[in-house]
Nanobody, 122 residues
Framework: QVQLVESGGGLVQAGGSLRLSCAASGFTFSSYWMYWVRQAPGKEREFVSAVSASGGRVYYADSVKGRFTISRDNAKNAVYLQMNSLKSEDTAVYYC???????????????WGQGTQVTVSS
């Protein structure tokens, strides 16, 4: 049974940092691209970041580039999102997702976690 379990969300002041984690099980983690996607209230789901199966390629949305860093540990079946210089507009539910391929269409990812809330107060 596939599971993606996010943790690390919470309430933080603007300018602060959070580190999200996603623990994966039930599939061959090291063969999958891993994604972070967020959804703010009343808004469309938004791609945040992606990391290739080996960790050698990473991509970021322009809105988070230079502030967020994605990484993965294939030995631990985990993916992380280090979020620095947080802004109020980063407030959203953050989801971990997985797919065998790099896809820009977030609706097509194979597996999803339940999400973790990040709230940035200004």
């Amino acid at each position: 049974q596939v599971q993606l379990v996010e943790s690390g969300g919470g309430l933080v002041q603007a300018g602060g940092s959070l580190r999200l984690s996603c623990a994966a099980s039930g599939f061959t983690f090291s063969s999958y691209w891993m994604y972070w996607v967020r959804q703010a209230p009343g808004k469309e789901r938004e791609f945040v970041s992606a990391v290739s199966a080996s960790g050698g390629r990473v991509y970021y949305a322009d809105s988070v580039k230079g502030r967020f860093t994605i990484s993965r540990d294939n030995a631990k079946n985990a993916v992380y999102l280090q979020m620095n210089s947080l802004k109020s507009e980063d407030t959203a539910v953050y989801y971990c997702a997985a797919d065998r391929w790099y896809l820009s269409d977030t609706s097509r990812y194979d597996y999803w976690g339940q999400g973790t809330q990040v709230t940035v107060s200004s």
